[in-house]
Structure formats: C-alpha cells, structure tokens
C-alpha cells in the first residue's frame, strides 16, 4: 500500500531545510526527490520518477516545476525545459504551448 504522499512546496522547502536524506525521505508524490533548483521565483524540483500505482522508483530523471511556491502541474525531462515551463506558466495559462515551441525552436528535448 502506498503511503500518502504530497507535492506541497512548503513542505518540500522544510525538507530541504533539514539535510539531503530528509529530502529523499520526503513523501513526493512523483517521486524520490534528488534536487530543488531556484532561480528566483521559480522552483524546479529534481526527481526519480516513480512507476504509476506503484513505490518503485525508475531511473527516469523528472523536472516538476513551480512559480512562486504554486505547483504548476508539469514536469520536465530537462532542466532547461522546466525552465521554460516555469517562464511559460507565469506569463500565460497552464494550456499554453509557448514552453513547447520554444524548446523545439533551441533544440531542447523535454
């Protein structure tokens, strides 16, 4: 049985506080937390994915992104993508497709 699990910035951010094995211990959702990234308002937390309806963790590296502490409810498979996911949930709706047309445009898989 899965254990609950939360994808809460402000939780994640205490966890961070504590040390690198309170942050890979920590319940998230999608995954095993590696790394949270900031640059400025913009937050993009590091995972290993997580098999769907399963503890298991892949080998898949994840960039979940969030602006202003708010989850924007998409990931990444780069860094540079969740960047511009991050940029993209700030200036327009979550249905844009801006992120992906400018990750096409550089050359950014993800």
Not at 24 to 50: A, C, M, S
Not at 78 to 106: C, I, Q, W
Request: hydrophobic letters at 35%.
């Amino acid at each position: 049985m899965r254990t609950k699990t939360s994808t809460d910035f402000a939780e994640i951010k205490q966890a961070c506080t504590r040390n690198g094995e309170a942050l890979k211990r920590f319940p998230y959702t999608w995954g095993e937390i590696q790394q949270v990234h900031t640059v400025g308002r913009y937050d993009i937390v590091e995972y290993l994915e997580r098999e769907m309806n399963s503890d298991n963790l892949t080998q898949n590296v994840r960039f979940a992104t969030y602006v202003d502490g708010k989850d924007c409810h998409q990931s990444s498979k780069t860094l540079e993508g969740a960047l511009l996911l991050a940029f993209d949930n700030a200036v327009n709706d979550v249905n844009s497709r801006a992120a992906f047309y400018a990750a096409k445009v550089l050359g950014i898989n993800g």
